[in-house]
């Protein structure tokens, strides 16, 4: 007797493989950029220069992310907004 296999299941085997390879190689280039400034964020603290270099260029890569992600400012409001509570 042949053995039937559940084509369906056969079908979404490779979508799930491929969704998974996106995911991974959107996240490289973030995962690339943190680990490459991790010096940064180890020794500019301690200098009040390097504490507003940090806030911003956590700024930017806030920014980056949302526009990244497809997300605009007027989709996702601000805390400190006064329509926001």
């Given at each position: 007797?042949?053995?039937v296999h559940n084509q369906s299941m056969l079908l979404t085997q490779p979508h799930r493989l491929q969704r998974a390879v996106i995911v991974a190689?959107?996240?490289l280039p973030l995962l690339a950029i943190i680990l490459l400034s991790l010096p940064v964020w180890l020794v500019l603290p301690f200098f009040k220069e390097g504490r507003a270099?940090?806030?911003?260029l956590v700024e930017k890569?806030?920014?980056a992310l949302k526009a990244f992600i497809g997300a605009s400012k007027e989709e996702a409001p601000d805390a400190a907004s006064p329509g926001a509570q």
């Open positions: 007797m042949p053995v190689l959107a996240v270099f940090i806030l911003e890569m806030t920014d």
